[in-house]
């Protein structure tokens, strides 16, 4: 069975703080896939990450995808209250999706 | 461009009762997902749908979940009877066939079994 890890579980922070959160896989899957979920809301797709090493910026976010393609990173720069919710990290193989528990950030104003 | 819609967004039932969910996703999306969320997890597949035949169905209960998408457009989802630990997030996704397609989630059902 394939696991997906992720730390911390929940994580709250003030306005304009940087933080970082983990994905850790028990195996390699050919993608890995980060989603932010919204209170009421079903999860948005933020970023695919295919080859080790690959790092991904998306506006403050940056994304690592480890060396070994089994560990994946979320670094989010001057956080502010629009980016709280879960973050979810997904293992993909062939169309199916494997998640992690996810993180839940707080940033509060 | 419409997203994924579900209903209902809420529902509140008593254990061995029945329940059905309902899912439209977005047009031209051939490939079609059910997944249950339960709080403080993430999602997990339930079943898959290719146009109206089922793909992967490995993780469904069988013996009280049922999915139909008959006519490769909607489906449903039904849990007869409920169980208590059937409380969850029911979510739909949908994508374009083939391998890669992101998947676009619609906002899901929120049951709960008392």
């Known amino acids: 069975t394939q696991l997906l890890e992720q730390s911390p579980q929940f994580l709250s922070i003030q306005e304009g703080e940087n933080l970082t959160v983990y994905c850790n896989s028990s195996?390699?899957?050919?993608?890995l896939q980060w989603y932010r979920q919204e209170p009421g809301e079903g999860p948005v797709l933020l970023v695919t990450?295919?080859?080790?090493?690959e790092v991904k910026k998306l506006k403050r976010l940056t994304f690592q995808f480890g060396d070994a393609r089994k560990d994946s990173s979320l670094h989010i720069t001057a956080a502010q209250p629009g980016d709280t919710g879960l973050y979810l990290c997904?293992?993909?193989?062939?169309?199916?999706?494997?998640f992690g528990k996810g993180t839940l950030l707080t940033v509060n104003p | 461009e419409a997203g994924v819609a579900q209903s209902p967004r809420y529902k509140i039932i008593e254990k061995r009762q029945s329940v059905a969910f309902w899912c439209n996703p977005i047009?031209?999306?051939?490939?079609l997902y059910w997944y249950q969320q339960i709080l403080g997890q993430g999602p997990k597949l339930l079943i898959q749908?290719?146009?109206?035949?089922?793909?992967?169905d490995s993780q469904l209960p069988k013996d009280r979940f049922s999915a139909e998408r008959l006519k490769g457009v909607d489906s449903t989802l039904k849990i007869q009877p409920a169980k208590l630990e059937d409380s969850a997030v029911y979510l739909c996704?949908?994508?374009?066939?083939?391998?890669?397609?992101?998947?676009?989630f619609g906002p899901g059902t929120r049951l709960l079994v008392l």
């Open positions: 996704a949908s994508s374009f066939p083939g391998r890669g397609k992101t998947q676009y």
């Open positions: 195996s390699v899957f050919s993608s």
């Open positions: 047009s031209g999306h051939a490939t």
């Open positions: 990450v295919v080859t080790g090493g």
């Open positions: 749908f290719q146009n109206n035949g089922v793909v992967d």
């Open positions: 997904a293992g993909v193989d062939n169309y199916k999706l494997t």
